[in-house]
């Protein structure tokens, strides 16, 4: 079995990715998950010129908000063709400088840099998603150097089909955008959802400290974050 999969069950999930780049590009170009994204790049608020490692990063379009930001952005995703995407948009945008963007094909539990190549290291909707979300927040830290930063963003464990639904009627979203979120949750209820202690232990596992948590979209997801222990 290619390295890019961990079982039959992970390359069906990369499967459906792939039959499903084109789809999956669009529903995160905006709406809610966009400008949840968005509000999670304004919360780690990266300086400008930080070298930047978006694992798992799909379409990358919050790669590109980040370069768009000046930083020294890097996408990796084991999807063929949603780094197509992300390439193919990254290229049409205006406001991205091509030296400051690349992505690259390679799986999150073996990411080709060497330790302290990166200041800041996220994974959005990643960790909950993959088979072994120990691994890719190990390596996610060992690529970051010391004193930096890996944040990432995931579901609460109440995240289902049903607080989304409430969540939606609460803000009022339009039938467009609840079936995006509703899409999500059916996605979350096959895959990981964390009570505080569950993230917060992972994380610590992976050799973080100063860990950081903060639940938003009305308490359904989790925006973490926490710094790699300087001189390690
Ligand atoms: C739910 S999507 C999230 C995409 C993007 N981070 C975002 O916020 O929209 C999960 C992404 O992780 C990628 N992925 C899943 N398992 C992976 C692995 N083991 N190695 C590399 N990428 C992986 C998938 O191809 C997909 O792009």
Sequence with gaps: MSPLWNSPRDWFRWFLFEIGA???TEKLASGPEAELREEFANWLAPAADTRLLD?????GHLARLFARRDCRVTGVDRGRRLLRQAQRWSEQDPEVDANAIQFLRAPAERLPFPENSFDLTIATTV???VAQPAAVLREMVRVTRS???VGTLDPH??????SVRDYCERRRLDRRD??????????SERCLRFEEHELRALLAAAGLVSIKM????GGLVWFARGRKPAGS
């Design 147 to 149: 004193g930096g930063v």
């Design 55 to 59: 694992v798992g990063c799909g379409p």
């Design 157 to 162: 464990a109440s995240l289902n089909r049903r």
């Design 214 to 217: 903060e639940r938003r979209m």
């Design 127 to 129: 960790i909950y998603f």
């Design 22 to 24: 084109g789809y999956y």
């Design 178 to 187: 609840t079936r995006k979120l509703l899409t999500w949750a059916v996605a």
